[in-house]
T-cell receptor, first 116, second 109 residues
Framework: NAGVMQNPRHLVRRRGQEARLRCSPM?????VYWYRQLPEEGLKFMVY????????ESGMPKERFSAEFPKEGPSILRIQQVVRGDSAAYFC??????????????FGAGSRLTVL | DAKTTQPPSMDCAEGRAANLPCNHS???????VYWYRQIHSQGPQYIIH???NNETNEMASLIITEDRKSSTLILPHATLRDTAVYYC??????????FGKGITLSVRP
């Protein structure tokens, strides 16, 4: 009965490289959310996905960031050409449904990206 | 663009009740109040949510004022492990959760 699994837990990249963060939701959950937490700041919503669909990407930076949740496999948050300002903790969360209970999210432990 | 306001920090003694306030004066009629917490370096953890009635679960109690403009999260017997940042937010059932800066609760021995 594993919870939300994120990997890698820690990732170091040099400026200009790509970062790929993976998230496997809880079993039975078909809704995935990504949040970013900059050092000493609160959680900022990035994107909400269902299987094969992006539902709300209003918090995603316009460039370099993309997310997917394929029919098979984990959700992926991809950051191209990383810059130092991308250094943050990226949290994934999942929920089983929309409507009442939808915002009872289960979060993963996060992936901490450091850009050198 | 936080929709709630919370004091930045508070502390309480171990074993005592911790009462964490939250103002959500612009809450809409169909929006729920949610509380999450984040223990240092961990992922956020759901605590409780409610619409207008008071709620209680194994973690905490949620008291919502009659006008729904504010609420209080009560940890009845705080322990050192309850030291964390507590986030209060309000949102509709089909809307995304957004978080403000939260309130840092420090439980002292």
């Amino acid at each position: 009965n594993a919870g939300v699994m994120q990997n890698p837990r820690h990732l170091v990249r040099r400026r200009g490289q790509e970062a790929r963060l993976r998230c496997s939701p809880m079993k039975g959950h078909s809704h995935v959310y990504w949040y970013r937490q900059l050092p000493e700041e609160g959680l900022k919503f990035m994107v909400y996905l269902q299987k094969e669909n992006i539902i709300d990407e209003s918090g995603m930076p316009k460039e370099r960031f993309s997310a997917e949740f394929p029919k098979e496999g984990p959700s992926i948050l991809r950051i191209q050409q990383v810059v130092r300002g991308d250094s943050a903790a990226y949290f994934c969360a999942s929920s089983p449904q929309r409507g009442l209970g939808a915002n009872v999210l289960t979060f993963g432990a996060g992936s901490r990206l450091t850009v050198l | 663009d936080a929709k709630t306001t919370q004091p930045p920090s508070m502390d309480c003694a171990e074993g005592r009740a911790a009462n964490l306030p939250c103002n959500h004066s612009t809450i809409s009629g169909n929006e729920y109040v949610y509380w999450y917490r984040q223990i240092h370096s961990q992922g956020p953890q759901y605590i409780i949510h409610g619409l207008k009635n008071n709620e209680t679960n194994e973690m905490a109690s949620l008291i919502i004022t009659e006008d729904r403009k504010s609420s209080t999260l009560i940890l009845p017997h705080a322990t050192l492990r309850d030291t964390a940042v507590y986030y209060c937010t309000n949102t509709g059932a089909n809307s995304k959760l957004t978080f403000g800066k939260g309130i840092t609760l420090s439980v002292r021995p």
